[in-house]
């Protein structure tokens, strides 16, 4: 597996990988999970799929398997700013606007959203390393833009799953059932080092 990271500027270094991730968000999002955001019959893309946008996927045998978006915290693109920002402001219907205590706009903060992994990862140790690339490619690019924490919002699942891997992940905001997809979720913190490598399998 192999990790890249790029924001718009750069996606045409990496053929049609950024369209793939595109493609297979719409796969989970809204083909599995049913949620009612932008797509078309192939890709899913939104408001925040901007210039102010970085990704970090990784590739299989030159396809995507795997990949998330972060953005900081102190992001403005028309009436839009950064997805749990907007969703406090009331401007997102699916995401309670008490998801958190209060709004975050701090240049050290950056957020984590789409993350997404192929139904092909099938095994969890495959799983767990393809989830460790993208994670680290998010906290490079944020730190290497000066970040030292990371949020999103994430199935609590996730927290657990990051932990194990050496991310000092914990919860800030109080958890709310999705009556849409089923799941549960919260909005998750952790710095932008990773505290311990994680035990090999």
């Given amino acids: 597996m192999l990790n890249i990271t790029f924001d718009l500027s750069g996606l045409h270094h990496h053929g049609t990988a950024f369209y793939d991730y595109l493609r297979l968000r719409k796969q989970f999002f809204v083909d599995t999970l049913g949620w009612n955001i932008p797509h078309d019959a192939n890709v899913e893309m939104d408001q925040y799929d901007n210039p102010l946008a970085h ?3 990784v590739l299989r ?3 995507v398997i795997g990949g998330a978006r972060t953005m900081p915290t102190t992001s403005s693109w028309g009436q839009y700013t950064y997805m749990l920002r907007d969703a406090v402001a009331g401007k997102l219907a699916d995401i309670p606007a008490q998801v958190m205590g209060s709004e975050v ?3 050290d903060v950056w957020e984590c959203t789409r993350l997404v992994m192929s139904d092909s990862v099938n095994n969890h140790q495959d799983r767990a ?3 460790s690339l993208i994670v680290e ?7 290497r833009h000066g970040a030292s ?5 994430s199935p609590l699942s996730l927290m657990r799953a990051l932990r ?7 919860r800030i905001g109080e958890p709310y059932d999705n009556p849409g997809d089923g799941r549960r979720y919260a909005v998750l913190s952790m710095p932008a080092e990773r505290q311990r490598q994680a035990a090999r399998h």
Avoid: H, I, K
């Fill in 149 to 153: 924490e990371l949020m999103s919002l």
């Fill in 137 to 143: 490619g998010l906290a490079d690019v944020a730190r």
């Fill in 129 to 131: 390393l393809c989830l």
């Fill in 55 to 57: 990704y970090s996927l």
């Fill in 61 to 63: 045998d030159g396809q």
């Fill in 164 to 170: 194990q891997l050496g991310w000092a992940a914990d």
């Fill in 105 to 107: 706009q701090r240049p």
